[in-house]
């Protein structure tokens, strides 16, 4: 008997994963991906010497890496070499005042000690529970597919979720410990990595404090795309055949069932089809209007998680006072919030990121150069024109210039921006969104867009905009997720190995 043939549609971290997952379970799996890469949000460009990764940079919860991995008796070390980063990344509170966070536990007990007498106790206290949080929600709830309310039916989850502060947000459960501000920042900075505001977000999620204080930031040596190149190599490894330039066009469904994905320049045969590209633009793009599960009214009321401008910049010697991550928190990030969330426009006073990789590899700049990803986040859906970017251009350089002390603008020797027109042409993204889904309360296990068409038989979503939400962690185990519901609906032929279980 032949095995059932697979089209993924996408090859992100989720499509990576997805097709992964089921070529190890028997499928014929066939990915088709538009950009001529893969790596979707996640992709690399190198450019005058420089290598610079497009996407993530924050390389959190390395266990979810290591499972990923495992899964397929592999290893991340068979593919790419991790170190851990200390300190984890530094927080520019203003001028001359620039704060170090220790990878060691203790030292960041007494930096808070020192800001707010008796917090370390509180400290130990609050990231007990977040452990707790931690080992129910990355191990039980985020592998839940989100179909039925009976999934979380067992006595025993949900006492855990009772326990989990679902119903409280993070922002309350954050000030029950601690009043400091800077604590407070500190505290609140891992929630925009959920695309919503700490007031909008479940308390559940302090479990992201533990990912950052107690699991560590972390850097793939080469950069994020080490990643993308690992996991390309295992998915050939285990069969799944990969077609770049291949922009999807159209999902042919007969009778309620996938039967062929168009793509400009070909037509695929499928038994199930995965779509990892954005949701919104698979239902409106790629199905006729009775195909579709959700109305655009549906979908202009998901609380989108930020888009964002980039600044790629090649910068021709090396810069002081920077570390690898550095957070830009000298403005107020109230009105800035506002600008993204309540009232979406360009930002007055924004708060900024900047990486700078080549403080710990020096692979991604040329000898005695910085290569710096510089990113403002802002709300999706907006105007984006070239005027704007520059003007951001120079509101953030004349704030790196002036906290860090030096010149830079005059040393840049390449310069690329990127913003909500690149993330619609390159990923047809909906409002240009960057991250997806927030994750809000309502936007939460059965109340995010389902991983199953109510519609197709056989058509699936994997990704950042359905369970378990926006992120590389959660991309990786969307796909791993919608595998095995795929497993479960369609039965492989006689002598196939079984889907695998969490
Ligand atoms: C600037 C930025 C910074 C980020 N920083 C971090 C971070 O530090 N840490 C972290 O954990 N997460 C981060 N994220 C989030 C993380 O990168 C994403 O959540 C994750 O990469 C999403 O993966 P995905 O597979 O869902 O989507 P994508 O990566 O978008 O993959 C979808 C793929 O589908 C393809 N596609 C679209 N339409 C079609 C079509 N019609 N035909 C064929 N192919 C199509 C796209 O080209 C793309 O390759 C960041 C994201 C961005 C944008």
Not at 416 to 426: E, G, K, L, P
Not at 447 to 463: A, F, H, I, M
Request: aromatic share 12%.
């Amino acid at each position: 008997m032949m095995s059932k043939k697979v089209i993924v549609i996408g090859a992100g971290f989720s499509g990576l994963s997805a097709a992964t997952s089921l070529a190890d379970q028997g499928y014929e799996v066939t990915v088709l991906e538009k950009n001529a890469t893969p790596g979707g949000r996640a992709r690399s460009f190198e450019a005058e010497g420089y290598t610079f990764d497009m996407g993530p940079s924050w390389y959190w919860m390395p266990d979810v890496f290591e499972s990923y991995f495992n899964r397929f008796n592999k290893t991340v070390s068979d593919y790419y070499h991790l170190v851990r980063l200390d300190p984890s990344y530094t927080v520019v509170f203003g001028e001359d005042d620039f704060v170090d966070l220790p990878a060691s536990l203790d030292e960041l007990k007494a930096l808070f000690e020192k800001w707010e007498p008796g917090s370390a106790a509180r400290l130990h206290k609050f990231l007990e529970q977040a452990s707790y949080k931690y080992e129910v929600g990355i191990n039980q709830l985020v592998y839940k597919p989100g179909r039925s309310v009976k999934e979380f039916m067992s006595l025993r989850l949900l006492l855990d979720v009772l326990r989990m502060d679902v119903f409280q947000s993070i922002h309350t459960h954050i000030r029950r410990f601690f009043s400091h501000e800077k604590i407070i920042k500190l505290m609140e900075f891992p929630v925009l990595f959920l695309g919503a505001l700490p007031q909008n977000t479940p308390a559940l999620y302090s479990l992201m404090n533990y990912a950052d204080i107690s699991l560590g930031t972390w850097y793939p040596m080469g950069g994020m795309y080490k990643i993308i190149e690992g996991m390309v190599q295992l998915a050939e490894e285990m069969g799944v055949s990969f077609l770049y330039n291949q922009d999807v066009q159209q999902i042919e469904v007969e009778q309620g069932i996938a039967r062929r994905v168009r793509t400009a320049s070909g037509m695929f045969e499928a038994d199930v089809v995965v779509a990892s590209a954005d949701y919104h633009h698979v239902e409106r793009q790629l199905l006729a209007p009775g195909l579709r599960s959700y109305t655009e009214d549906y979908w202009d009321k998901r609380v989108m998680a930020p888009s964002c401008l980039i600044f790629y910049l090649g910068i021709g010697k090396r810069l002081q006072n920077l570390r690898h991550h550095n957070l830009f928190f000298d403005e107020d990030f109230g009105p800035h919030a506002h600008e993204i969330y309540t009232d979406p426009k360009w930002p007055a006073k924004p708060l900024f990121y900047v990486s700078a990789p080549s403080v710990t590899d020096s692979s991604v700049a040329p000898e005695g150069c910085e290569n710096l990803f510089v990113l403002m986040p802002v709300a999706p859906g907006l105007e984006d024109t070239e005027e704007l970017r520059e003007r951001y251009y120079n509101v953030i350089m004349d704030r790196l210039e002036h906290l860090t002390k030096q010149e830079v603008r005059n040393a840049v020797v390449y310069k690329r921006s990127y913003a909500h027109r690149d993330f619609i042409t390159d990923y047809n993204a909906f409002k240009g969104n960057a991250y997806g889904l927030a994750n809000t309360l309502m936007q939460t296990a059965l109340l995010k867009p389902s991983l199953k068409s109510k519609k197709v038989k056989n058509l699936y979503y994997t990704g950042q905009l359905t369970v378990p939400g926006p992120g590389v962690p959660p991309s990786l185990i969307s796909g791993q997720v919608v595998a095995k519901e795929v497993a479960k609906d369609f039965a492989l032929a006689a002598g196939q190995r079984l889907p695998v279980s969490n």
